[in-house]
């Protein structure tokens, strides 16, 4: 009886042991997040992601990330890749590569894969890994091309048809021209304050509309602008380029933050706002204040349009690519610094007068 008594809690063990073992091991399994990628080559922020962004992601989670790379080289992959873009209702022409699928969210563009993708791989994990949508215009997409780990070289490099070279060559061209034109209208300032610090001379009155209307409209035109760059910046939206420029190649470029941190956008905003409230206090009569404002707006605006300068020169010649709404932003900088010239000279000559 004695022996019966102990065997029986020895064969529940063993028991527990063959039935559980595998059950216990099933649940263990580490979760695995299945991903795909596609990109083209000759396209900068493909090369930037594979080479710069996934090696750590992979390291990090090893076996657990299953990405895919695939690599779209004709005309019917580019369709195919549009049509899955749309199928997330993602407009025509703010698709482009990279394009990253993980569950059933895309990525597009460099950031977006940069600053969301290490998040939604935990996600993911946390939930218990994700497999690639069962989604039918992902099919054609996924028997494209040979799987990768790396860029291949293809034939050619090629482009998406909306966004060919010559209309970014058209671009450069823009820019160089407006650049050209800040770097002429800032002598030209230099030289209208010189010449009023060292003559007699009185300098000419602006003309009415100008000082009332053209300098707030031209600065709320600015906001806009700069509202809208923010808000690219800031959400890694795909941006509205139109027919000239790559404009989310710019945004996606490390020259789109100050320092690494301040969105450029946010900055020439704030930039804009400073000059509506320079604008306003010269036209009050607030002693001193109101005297030095015209001063304090043109050399806000004289600054901008040297920092406009300066951005407008890296994206030809560095970034190799132009964002329209930058020059526009460019442009109008420097018109209010040139609106600004008259009234700055006044206040400048007549701070003068009464010093003497």
């Given at each position: 009886?004695?022996?019966?008594?102990?065997l029986?809690?020895?064969?529940?063990?063993?028991?527990?042991?063959?039935?559980?073992?595998?059950?216990?091991?099933?649940?263990?399994?580490?979760?695995?997040?299945h991903?795909?990628?596609?990109?083209?080559?000759?396209?900068?922020?493909?090369?930037?992601?594979?080479?710069?962004?996934?090696?750590?992601?992979?390291?990090?989670?090893?076996?657990?990330?299953?990405?895919?790379?695939?690599?779209?080289?004709?005309?019917?992959?580019?369709?195919?890749?549009?049509a899955?873009?749309?199928?997330?209702?993602?407009?025509?022409?703010?698709?482009?590569?990279?394009?990253?699928?993980?569950?059933?969210?895309?990525?597009?563009?460099?950031?977006?894969?940069?600053?969301?993708?290490?998040?939604?791989?935990?996600?993911?994990?946390?939930?218990?890994?994700?497999?690639?949508?069962?989604?039918?215009?992902?099919?054609p997409?996924?028997?494209?091309?040979?799987?990768?780990?790396?860029?291949?070289?293809?034939?050619?490099?090629?482009?998406f048809?909306?966004?060919?070279?010559?209309?970014?060559?058209?671009?450069?061209?823009?820019?160089?021209?407006?650049?050209?034109g800040?770097?002429?209208?800032?002598?030209?300032?230099?030289?209208?304050?010189?010449?009023?610090?060292?003559?007699?001379?009185?300098?000419?009155?602006?003309?009415?509309?100008?000082?009332?209307?053209?300098?707030?409209?031209?600065?709320?035109?600015?906001?806009?602008?700069?509202?809208?760059?923010?808000?690219?910046?800031?959400?890694?939206?795909?941006?509205?380029?139109?027919?000239?420029?790559?404009?989310?190649?710019?945004?996606?470029?490390?020259?789109?933050?100050?320092?690494?941190?301040?969105?450029?956008?946010?900055?020439?905003?704030?930039?804009?706002?400073?000059?509506?409230a320079?604008w306003?206090?010269?036209?009050?009569?607030?002693?001193?204040?109101?005297?030095?404002?015209?001063?304090?707006?043109?050399?806000?605006?004289?600054?901008?349009t040297?920092?406009?300068?300066?951005?407008?020169?890296?994206?030809?010649?560095?970034?190799?690519?132009?964002?329209?709404?930058?020059?526009?932003?460019?442009?109008?900088?420097?018109?209010v610094?040139?609106?600004?010239?008259?009234?700055?000279?006044?206040?400048?000559?007549?701070?003068?007068?009464?010093?003497?």
């Open positions: 009886m004695t022996r019966k008594i102990l029986t809690p020895l064969v529940l063990i063993i028991l527990l042991a063959v039935f559980a073992t595998p059950a216990q091991a099933q649940t263990e399994e580490a979760p695995i997040v991903a795909v990628m596609f990109w083209m080559s000759g396209c900068k922020h493909c090369e930037q992601t594979i080479s710069l962004t996934l090696p750590p992601i992979r390291e990090q989670y090893g076996s657990q990330l299953d990405l895919q790379l695939i690599q779209i080289y004709s005309l019917e992959h580019i369709d195919a890749l549009y899955l873009g749309e199928s997330y209702g993602i407009p025509k022409h703010l698709i482009g590569v990279p394009f990253l699928v993980i569950g059933d969210e895309p990525l597009v563009g460099y950031d977006q894969i940069r600053l969301k993708l290490p998040g939604l791989i935990e996600s993911h994990l946390a939930a218990g890994g994700v497999a690639l949508p069962e989604r039918p215009e992902l099919q997409l996924l028997v494209a091309a040979p799987d990768s780990d790396a860029p291949t070289p293809a034939p050619a490099p090629m482009d048809p909306d966004a060919p070279a010559e209309m970014r060559d058209n671009g450069f061209t823009l820019a160089i021209v407006v650049m050209v800040m770097i002429l209208s800032l002598l030209y300032a230099v030289f209208r304050l010189l010449a009023a610090m060292f003559t007699a001379q009185a300098p000419s009155p602006a003309p009415g509309w100008v000082t009332v209307w053209g300098i707030p409209l031209i600065s709320i035109a600015g906001i806009l602008v700069a509202g809208y760059l923010s808000y690219i910046e800031i959400t890694l939206e795909q941006a509205f380029c139109g027919p000239v420029g790559d404009c989310n190649a710019v945004q996606s470029s490390p020259y789109a933050r100050l320092f690494g941190v301040l969105p450029v956008g946010v900055l020439g905003g704030l930039g804009y706002i400073a000059i509506l320079a306003w206090a010269g036209r009050q009569k607030w002693g001193i204040l109101s005297a030095y404002a015209p001063l304090a707006l043109f050399g806000m605006a004289f600054f901008g040297i920092f406009s300068t300066y951005l407008t020169y890296l994206e030809p010649f560095v970034i190799k690519a132009v964002c329209i709404w930058c020059v526009t932003s460019a442009i109008l900088i420097t018109l610094m040139l609106a600004s010239i008259p009234q700055a000279m006044q206040s400048l000559t007549t701070q003068d007068e009464s010093g003497d």
